[in-house]
C-alpha cells in the first residue's frame, strides 16, 4: 500500500510539472528559433512598429505589444497554429514574435519560412498590411523604413 501511495504522489507531481510546462509553452514563454534572417526582421518591425517597447500601445488603441499586433491579426494567427494565450500575451515579446511568426507562415509561406527564398520586403509588407500587403502601394513606405534597419 505504501509503495502505492508513493506512485500516485510521484503521478501527481508528473501531471503538475507537465501542465506548468504546457502553460509556459502556450504563453509563448518557451522560446522558438529564428533564422538569423528572421531575427534581423524582427528586431526592424520591432523597432519600426514600438522604438522597442513591449508596452506600447497605438492606432488609438487597437495595436498592442512592440510589433504593434491588432486583434484581428492575432485571431488569424493563433486559430490554426495552436500557440494559445490571449491577445493581451502579445504585450510579451517572445509571444508576439510566435504570432508573427505564426502569421508568416500562413501568408508568406517561403518567403518566410525557405532561408534561400527568404523575402524581407514581402514579409514586412505582409506584416504591416495583412495577408495581401506586399501587393499594396501604402505599405511601401513602411518597407523603406524596416529596410534601412537591415
Not at 500500500?1 to 501527481?12: D, E, F, Y
Not at 507531481?13 to 522558438?32: H, K, M, Y
Request: aromatic share 10%; hydrophobic share 35%.
Amino acid at each position: 500500500m505504501k509503495t502505492l501511495n508513493r506512485l500516485a504522489s510521484l503521478l501527481g507531481w508528473i501531471i503538475l510539472i507537465s501542465t506548468v510546462l504546457v502553460g509556459l509553452s502556450s504563453l509563448g514563454i518557451a522560446q522558438t528559433q529564428y533564422t538569423p534572417q528572421q531575427d534581423a526582421l524582427l528586431d526592424a518591425l520591432i523597432q519600426v512598429e514600438s522604438s522597442g517597447r513591449d508596452d506600447a500601445v497605438g492606432d488609438g488603441g487597437n495595436a498592442i505589444g512592440c510589433l504593434q499586433i491588432w486583434e484581428v491579426y492575432w485571431i488569424d494567427a493563433t486559430e490554426r497554429s495552436g500557440i494559445g494565450g490571449s491577445y493581451r500575451d502579445c504585450f510579451n515579446r517572445d509571444y508576439a514574435k510566435r504570432i508573427v511568426d505564426a502569421y508568416m507562415k500562413r501568408y508568406a509561406g517561403e518567403a518566410w519560412t525557405n532561408p534561400e527564398k527568404f523575402d524581407a520586403e514581402k514579409c514586412a509588407r505582409i506584416h504591416n498590411g495583412g495577408p495581401r500587403g506586399h501587393t499594396k502601394k501604402a505599405t511601401e513606405k513602411y518597407w523603406e523604413k524596416v529596410d534601412k534597419l537591415l
